[in-house]
């Protein structure tokens, strides 16, 4: 076994976490509070090839490994976990189309992607199914040459700044996952209007929008494989995109770690610096593990699916543990600042809030479990 990363990976990593810290953290703070779109953001990442990890060699992407992507996200999480979730979007988006589009397609939706800093929404969730991805009832009815589309996706990502859709919907709803279809979308599409952007507790700068579809005419040569096959699309995608989310909780409680560390070696209590204090450095030990113990499982996620490992039940481990771990390190990080950390003023209490959407989108912390726990009961 060989725990280190490649030469190539930790430039990387060390390139991108001197971003974060010169470009992301001095402005996440006026992002957080405004609630404004990173735009310039994102566009200076893209420059330095942050952005669509997921794209292959072929359309003109970097054809970085699933391990590379997540090297690259633990360390702009460092900087905005709200930052990276707008910038992890488009590889969720454009995920599917690498595993199921053809070769005119790839060619088609994902090249403009590598020729500039365009963004795309990956599109699931419905204000009736979340959890229940199965039960969704966003449908296309064969019109031709075309398909019309209805119904109403809900918490979509960079949908106000989309310009490409992925879609999920279904031929009929009451197939379950064996109707379900995926669908690239034009997001200029007449038909389709955007909701109000969310107000949201944490990762305020990410842009989180309902989107409608009211008889969007799609081009069938926008289907995805053929007519059934999103589930199968879908679940592939989601075992791509789980350590990738999971990273962003790796981002989040490292920086939390050295903030709390620090400030623990900084504020006095009793005479000392309250480091020397055995409560915390318990706390700081126990953040320490969790963190160590999430890198490991999101880290052999990504190793699994680069080697052609089915990698779901690791996917999982990895996501839950991540997210639970990030959401308890910066509960305790605000612990350890005391009254400091419930302030705006320092970094912590942020961290905190966004760290809280991490146990919920992508599939919930309960969901991972009910996943890991079929793959053991089907053994």
Known sequence: MNFNL??????????ALKFAKNEMIPVAREHDEKETFPKAIIEKAWELGFVNTCLPTEVGGNGFGLLDAVTIGEALS????????????????????VIGGSTEQKEKFLKPFTEKPILASFCLTEPGSGSD?????????????????????MWITNAGYADLLLVYCTIDPNLKHKGICALVVPAHLEGITLGKKEEKMGQRCSDTRSVQFENVKVPKENLLGKE???????????????????????????????CATEYA????????????????????????MKLDASRLLVQKAAWQADEGIPNTRAASAGKAMAADSCMQITTDAVQIFGGYGYSREYPVEKLMRDAKLIQIYEGTSQIQRLVIAKDILGK
């Open 228 to 258: 059934g096959d999103g589930w199968k699309i879908a679940m592939k995608t989601l075992d791509h995109s789980r350590p990738l989310v999971s990273s962003i909780a790796l981002g989040g409680a490292r920086r939390a770690i050295e």
């Open 78 to 97: 460092y900087g905005c976990m709200g930052m990276y979730t707008s910038i992890m979007c488009n590889d969720l988006a454009l995920t599917p189309i």
């Open 133 to 153: 991805a199965a039960g969704l009832k966003t449908t296309i009815k064969d019109n031709g040459d075309h398909y019309l589309l209805n119904g109403s996706k």
């Open 265 to 288: 070696k900084e504020r006095k209590q009793f005479g000392v610096p309250i480091a020397k204090h055995q409560a915390i450095q318990f706390m700081l030990a126990d953040m320490t």
């Open 6 to 15: 490649k030469n190539d990976q930790q430039e990387m990593f060390d390139l």
